[in-house]
């Protein structure tokens, strides 16, 4: 053909077209759903969107605890541990949330027998395994000791290829020497930091 004319477009699957991307600083074209999903992974929290402006306050905070779900020790009937403390979630929190909820599924505060406390000065809620607690004995939620979220022997330590030791905390914390020792102190160290510091916020807020 001589005259080249266009009869028709056709388009395949549920592709979304180039006006539904978005720039990123880096360059990259990504969908705003994907987007949403990267912020929700990062802070812990559902990131805003239309179907979450629209939705009722029951149906929020239903989403907001399946959005990113802190799942503690688990163990058997003979109480021996069969999983440990793990992060969860579900990438349709809204859309999950709406459904069970007519699905008759409610939030009852009053029977709650555990709640998930985030590290003080830890990572993003979608990175933290926190701590789980109970209620004392007159019933109220405690606030945990910023000490009990640190175990001295969850400390890793490991020689890398060049000779140097890393001393790893999955608290997310590390530190680089050139001896072990070093290593391990330098974490130590900065768990103490982190401990005293959260100690002095704790006391700010009771204050």
Same mark, same amino acid.
């Given at each position: 053909m001589s005259g080249k004319e266009i009869i028709d477009s056709v388009s395949f699957g549920d592709h979304p077209s180039p006006s539904n991307y978005m720039k990123t600083d880096t360059g990259q074209l990504v969908t705003p759903e994907f987007l949403a999903f990267i912020q929700q992974t990062l802070t812990g929290k559902l990131a805003p969107s239309k179907e979450l402006d629209a939705a009722t306050p029951e149906v929020k905070a239903l989403a907001e605890e399946l959005s990113v779900i802190h799942l503690p020790e688990w163990h058997s009937r003979d109480a021996l541990k069969t999983a440990e403390p793990t992060v969860t979630g579900l990438k349709q929190a809204t859309r999950v949330a709406e459904y069970l909820f007519k699905r008759g599924l409610r939030m009852h505060p009053e029977l709650e027998e555990i709640r998930w406390a985030p590290t003080p000065g830890g990572q993003p809620g979608a990175f933290d395994t926190g701590l789980h607690i109970t209620k004392d004995e007159n019933g109220h939620w405690p606030s945990p000791d910023p000490e009990?979220?640190?175990?001295?022997?969850? %400390?890793?330590?490991?020689?890398?290829?060049?000779?140097?030791?890393?001393?790893?905390?999955?608290?997310?914390?590390?530190?680089?020497?050139?001896?072990?020792?070093?290593?391990?102190?330098?974490?130590?160290?900065?768990?103490?930091?982190? %401990?005293?510091?959260?100690?002095?916020?704790?006391?700010?807020?009771?204050?």
């Open positions: 009990s979220f640190y175990d001295l022997e969850d %400390i890793k330590v490991t020689q890398t290829d060049d000779g140097r030791w890393v001393a790893v905390h999955p608290r997310g914390l590390s530190f680089d020497a050139a001896t072990k020792t070093e290593a391990y102190a330098g974490v130590v160290d900065q768990l103490r930091e982190r %401990i005293e510091h959260a100690r002095h916020e704790q006391t700010k807020e009771s204050s």
